[in-house]
């Protein structure tokens, strides 16, 4: 990828005239919001974004700021309200994206932003202790209607929490749902067998399942996944339950669309690149790229989903 610049492009491909965007653009750094904490790897994808931006694309500089709380809400909302002159993107993941809008809670809703794409995924999973009788998703379907079982999520409205709302739901059972303030204290349950169970994700669990410590008893995907690919999913045991986190760029609704062509543009290549999909296979990153309205439609679908899981128990 050569250094380059996007005006004269970006212009000519939305018919625009030079006077309706800013020529110079851009001329001072771009945010971008993170709704997490620094070290995770919501932040990491961002900062892989922006080593490989600020090296390839001329003027272009980026600051990440940081925006944790609320199961990402502060952050999404603070993305929303950002003024739209293309000096502030944001990332974003799912479904607490969605979840805060379906309860209620949002200050923003799909249509404050403009969806860039999606960038990454993270599958999710279950798994149970290493010594566990729990063999398979129909095992631990029929130890749940015959004892009550304790199963860790990962806070009310994640996407742990509604994977397992879900297979409740499909397979006629009801569980002990244990929210933990994060994966750390799921881990520690899982692997010092205080909990029967938890649904999580796959970077979470895999090297724990590796090592013999945990056992992955399905996928919550469509398809296998190439990192674990003898792991059958859930709806290959009978029960079609599906869940995957995903991180997106979204910017604040109204940028110019010469200005916002431009970060699409450079997200879509950056994406492509031989150096980030390198950098993301060394990161344990999980690549899933969608395009704007790709992830805008998932987006949506997600939200029905997620409100008809709501609607049978609201949160």
């Not at 609704?253 to 150096?275: H, K, N, R």
């Amino acid at each position: 990828m050569l250094k380059r610049t996007f005006l004269a492009g970006a212009i000519m491909s939305l018919g625009l005239a030079v006077g309706a965007v800013a020529a110079e653009y851009p001329t001072q750094s771009i945010t971008i919001i993170v709704p997490s904490k620094a070290g995770g790897s919501t932040d990491r994808t961002a900062r892989m974004f922006t080593e490989i931006a600020e090296k390839n694309y001329d003027g272009f500089e980026f600051v990440i700021n940081n925006i944790p709380g609320s199961g990402g809400q502060k952050g999404f909302e603070a993305i929303a309200r950002a003024k739209p002159d293309g000096y502030t993107i944001g990332l974003v993941f799912t479904p607490q994206l969605v979840a805060h809008i379906v309860s209620g809670r949002a200050g923003y809703t799909l249509d404050s932003f403009h969806v860039m794409g999606n960038t990454a995924q993270d599958p999710a999973i279950v798994v149970v202790p290493k010594d566990s009788a729990i063999m398979n998703m129909q095992d631990l379907a029929d130890a749940a209607k015959a004892d009550a079982l304790t199963v860790a999520v990962n806070g009310i409205g994640s996407d742990d929490f509604l994977a397992a709302k879900s297979f409740e739901s499909k397979a006629g059972v009801e569980f002990n749902l244990l929210p933990t303030k994060g994966s750390t204290e799921q881990k520690a349950a899982i692997l010092g067998g205080h909990v029967d169970a938890a649904f999580m994700n796959l970077s979470q669990m895999i090297k724990q399942h590796a090592a013999g410590d945990a056992r992955i008893i399905a996928l919550l995907t469509e398809e296998r996944d190439s990192h674990l690919p003898d792991m059958p999913t859930a709806q290959e045991q009978g029960f079609d339950v599906f869940m995957r986190a995903t991180r997106g760029f979204v910017a604040p609704a109204g940028i110019d669309p010469a200005i916002q062509e431009q970060l699409d543009t450079m997200l879509a290549e950056v994406m492509a690149s031989d150096e980030f999909k390198d950098n993301a296979m060394t990161g344990s990153i999980f690549l899933l790229p969608m395009s704007g309205p790709e992830y805008l439609a998932y987006l949506e679908g997600l939200q029905a989903e997620t409100q008809a899981v709501y609607d049978q128990a609201p949160w």
